[in-house]
């Protein structure tokens, strides 16, 4: 594979700008006596993350020539969905976490039951910009998007995943368990990152599977690097806590496979994810190199 | 107004049999390891409720001569997100009820990271259901339930009640501001319930204008009715705890008008709404004896 970062880094530094702005401007500004939950959306949603998603949405996008506004917008969606599942994961309840991307969690900065609306109103939010003529002129692209976002948060994609996960701090999964329960919580989700960029360029059948199988791949990567960074990264460069899994005594790929196994698993679905880009050209270089990164990055 | 409520409760009680069925065949079954979130879905918006929304919705559809079926699945979509709301609401971190419809809270009967998670499902859920091509055969349609649903519920709609009404345990409203909590809170869902009727049979500007204000003045005098019933009512009869706003020194509308004028401002409004229901034919004498009812219910 051996796709050159070096233009990959730039790249992702651009879009980790480009999406503030589009996240502020298709979200509601802090007005009324409703603000205060207003506040905590744009606390949890701008100003931090990697914006993997919102890069693979807009990375797909351009191999069909979709306008990058447009895009945007679609990408601002689905950053919202990420980021409410990310207040909502950090509850007390769920997995308690106090530090997200360098800072608070929002029930830290905020109270719970502001991180609960926020990440309710987050969620909303995201159809709504979605479904709105400004994201595509044809409703049929805006519907899909409605339909296919829903599919892959909802019980049987992220929410799923996230329920399987609370139920993994008392149950043992094997590799295929847990393997459906990350292709769920994360993959779902990247998965439609990319497919969001296929419906809205619609492209060919062909395309769109090659996508998918794209998506796949480079989302177990990603998460088996998650789970080795939580068992051996250094907190203060991740911007969260880890070993926390380990701690809980949860199984992850990692703890299956052995560190070792599990890196190498990475760097074959990796290897594998740009096979599945063979029949894009050189526009989804990008695309290439990212499945180089998400496996060699430190944080 | 004296609109008679004898073809009003059988009416009421069909449409509370016909939504559960409604409700249980949009919604997935519980199947796989992800299964417990489902279930809590399930348990959380089957078998109880009085439908209001889903009533509204229908007879709205009906004045428009929307195909029931269809209307079903837009109202089931609409019950999902009160139900959503209820059980986010009923949560520790929120009004910490342990009882409603009835039955233990769905955090009681499972446990609160279940109730956040089966919370965001039912509401993902609702998007997903609104924009597949079931529902109506006009993409256009479909985006417009989209959009002015994630208006309805989200941070300047009911999510922003809600924000507001847990600021009212330490901020003191007026009357205007209470106005705007519950206009926010449980106004914007029951305005949305009847414009989507509107929208599904594609009424003019005037009917939905007429329905716009009907839902307005209904929403208010069914909120000043549960604040009298929770200040009055028997908990066993309305199967939720009550006084609980009046023991948190929280003001509502009848704290602060008092018993007797809030009674009067609750009829006041019901007559009004009927009002605005003079351009519709007998067709909408439900809505008509609905707006007697919710003033007169004793649960």
Do not use: W
Not at 124 to 138: K, Q, R, W
Not at 167 to 185: M, P, V
Not at 232 to 260: F, M, Q, S, Y
């Amino acid at each position: 594979m051996a796709h050159p970062l070096t233009a990959l880094e730039p790249a992702l530094a651009e879009t980790a700008n480009f999406m503030d702005e589009a996240i502020a401007s298709v979200l509601p500004e802090a007005s009324g006596p409703e603000g205060r939950v207003i506040e905590a959306m744009r606390y949890a949603a701008l100003g931090g993350g990697k914006r993997l998603r919102a890069f693979l949405a807009l990375q797909c996008g351009r191999l069909f020539g979709v306008d990058r506004r447009a895009m945007g917008r679609v990408a601002a969606a689905i950053e919202c969905v990420h980021a409410y599942s990310l207040v909502h994961d950090d509850l007390p309840a769920m997995d308690n976490d106090e530090v997200r991307r360098g800072k608070p969690t929002v029930h830290k900065a905020y109270d719970e039951a502001t991180a609960i609306l926020a990440g309710d109103a987050l969620l909303t939010a995201a159809f709504g910009i979605l479904a709105s003529h400004e994201t595509h002129p044809d409703p049929h692209v805006r519907c899909d998007l409605v339909v296919k976002l829903a599919g892959a948060s909802g019980a049987h994609g992220m929410v799923g995943g996230q329920m399987m996960d609370m139920s993994a701090q008392t149950q043992d999964f094997d590799l295929g368990g847990i393997t459906r329960l990350q292709r769920l919580k994360t993959g779902a989700l990247i998965a439609f990152s990319c497919d969001a960029g296929a419906i809205m360029g619609r492209a060919s059948r062909e395309a769109r599977h090659a996508l998918a199988y794209y998506a796949q791949d480079l989302g177990l990567a990603f998460q088996i690097t998650d789970d080795l960074l939580d068992l051996e990264g250094d907190p203060a460069t991740l911007g969260k806590a880890t070993a926390k899994d380990n701690t809980a005594g949860k199984a992850t790929i990692v703890t299956l496979l052995g560190v070792e196994r599990a890196r190498e698993q990475a760097q074959r679905l990796a290897a594998q994810s740009v096979q599945h880009l063979e029949i894009f050209d050189e526009r989804a270089d990008l695309l290439r190199a990212l499945s180089g990164f998400v496996v060699a990055r430190r944080h």
